[in-house]
């Protein structure tokens, strides 16, 4: 246990919430410890009970079930996340469980990726992953690319697999947020989608997921209806080895075969309301297409 209050303080803001408390937050921790109004249980409850630790908790429960998953061979599919959470531990949970380990591997957008995630991945690929990325990102572990992902500075076939977590949607849009340039490419998706297939080997993956719904364009973003995100995929492509579509709930996020019509982005938690989660293939179109075939004579009519 640490000495003083001070070092308490630090110790467990470091131990659960991965860094250093607020300055604010740090005086009045340690007058209220030294004046006895507190005790150091009473603040770790608190600390464990605030939203920034349940959401850290369900970004370890992603990467945890997705090593899980990992280790016993699965690809989990009806994965639950809490009410109220953003997408991210859906997300993370789908594709890293998907992971087996291939040994060239690279992340888009990893620069404002989810910390858990980017250790989770250093930590599962045999080697330091490349990550791409509009602006400069300095993340430990990583073989870190200033690149348009539209114009990849790599090689035909140079990775085995591909992550793009909730990064697709923005390309060719208004990167301010991001510390990147405003712009109007409408053609920026389907070319990030060529180049991502021209770096993937033959027999690569590219793992990946985008906010489903009603479609939008919110300037900085697209939303697209599932159905138009896998003709993308296709047009570009590639065939949609397996997807899962997840939607958010008053009770939390599980799966759906459809997402609710004209279901909006942000209008029942603080990110998307739905994710498609999808694992694609380049090189296997033909067969894409058959299966559409054959599953358009199932259903019948429109």
Known sequence: ???????????????????????????DAVSRLERGTLSRAA????????????????????VARALQARLTNERPRNLTAPAGSDERPTEIAWTLARYRGEERVLD????????????????????????????????????????????????RGSFDVVFCISTLEHVGKDNRLYGAREERDPAGIPQALRELKRVLRRSGRLLLTVPAGENEDREWFVQRDPRSWRELFLQAGFAVHEHELYELFDDGWRSVEQVTEGL??????????????????????????KRRVLDALRRGPA
């Open 1 to 27: 246990m640490a000495d003083s209050a001070e070092e308490f303080v630090d110790a467990l803001y470091r131990l659960l919430l991965r860094r250093e408390p607020e300055a604010g937050a740090r005086l």
């Open 43 to 62: 603040l770790a409850s608190e600390v464990v009970s605030s939203p920034e630790f349940a959401r850290l908790r369900s970004l370890d429960d992603a």
């Open 108 to 155: 888009v957008g990893y620069a404002h990726a989810e910390p858990a995630y980017l250790a989770a991945l250093v930590g599962a690929a045999p080697q330091a992953p490349v990550g791409v990325d509009l602006v400069a990102g300095d993340v430990a572990g990583f073989e870190g690319v200033e690149a348009d992902v539209r114009a990849l500075p790599f090689k």
């Open 264 to 289: 909006r982005y942000g209008t029942r938690g603080p990110g998307a309301s739905a994710v498609l989660c999808a694992e694609l293939r380049p090189g296997r179109v033909r067969e894409e297409v």
